[in-house]
């Protein structure tokens, strides 16, 4: 049902983008469409390998930077738009290069977050490395 739901919201965001030549919104559409991927590879692992890690992860590095995205751009449009009717001088620069650089520092150090979820080569070195929950003995455990 889910993934049914997020390809519909990529085909409206497709149409919408496509009929009022909106381009630039075309990454928008590509971090749904990411979206859409994670909640299917979620599915396919919990069925066929019993975990569901990369396509949790995959998903929750689509939603981080679908709301880097947009927050990146309507929350400095609020804030321009509120500066301009207080007049305060001169106003801060809108989107530009340093933003575009942790956008894309943020992208790849999600994929790397996807790519080797736990960074110890696939097992839990946590607890002795019997595969428990680092925080399964609480602070003073050992």
Known sequence: MGTFFISLVVSVAA???VAGKSWRNLRVLVL???LAVGNILFHLQARFV???EYGTRLGIAAAVMLLSVICGRIVPSFAHNWL?????GRLPVAFG????IVLLV???ALLLWVAVPTGTGGRNMSAGGRGASPCAAGPLGR
């Open 84 to 88: 301009e009717q207080a007049s305060p």
């Open 15 to 17: 149409r919408e983008i």
């Open 32 to 34: 749904i469409s990411m």
């Open 50 to 52: 019993g975990t569901t």
């Open 97 to 100: 290069r340093f933003d575009m």
């Open 106 to 108: 943020s992208a790849a």
